[in-house]
Nanobody, 128 residues
Framework: QVQLEESGGGSVQAGGSLRLSCTAS??????????MGWFRQSPGREREGVAV????????VYADSVKGRFTISQDRDKSAIYMQMDSLRPADAATYYC???????????????????WGQGTQVTVSS
């Protein structure tokens, strides 16, 4: 059974930084689902893709709203991904979810529909 465990959420002031971590266990089908990523959801809003990474090769895709501020990375030996979040804004406040998914058109995409395994989420609060 695939399990994803997130950590690293917390409360920061605007302009601050956080680093999220996600560790996967019970997951062996890397070739079928080679994408790992971060999504977020705030109250009353749809869950949106933030950043994804292709496990083989490390290609990354970011949402426009976080480009230049967030950095996704992976440690394949540990079956883990990370997201360094800098220059945080109040609009970044949300529950952040780690996910595993499949490619579409030969690459990983920020589409929730492509991700079938989800963590429980970690809360990020940003005060102004």
């Amino acid at each position: 059974q695939v399990q994803l465990e997130e950590s690293g959420g917390g409360s920061v002031q605007a302009g601050g930084s956080l680093r999220l971590s996600c560790t996967a266990s019970g997951y062996s089908n890397l070739y079928k689902n080679p994408c790992m990523g971060w999504f977020r959801q705030s109250p009353g809003r749809e869950r949106e893709g933030v950043a994804v990474i292709y496990a083989t090769g490390g290609t990354t895709v970011y949402a426009d709203s976080v480009k230049g501020r967030f950095t996704i990375s992976q440690d394949r030996d540990k079956s883990a991904i990370y997201m360094q979040m800098d220059s945080l804004r109040p609009a970044d406040a949300a529950t952040y979810y780690c996910a595993i998914g499949t490619v579409y058109g030969g690459t990983c995409r920020l589409s929730r529909a492509l991700f079938g395994y989800w963590g429980q989420g970690t809360q990020v609060t940003v005060s102004s």
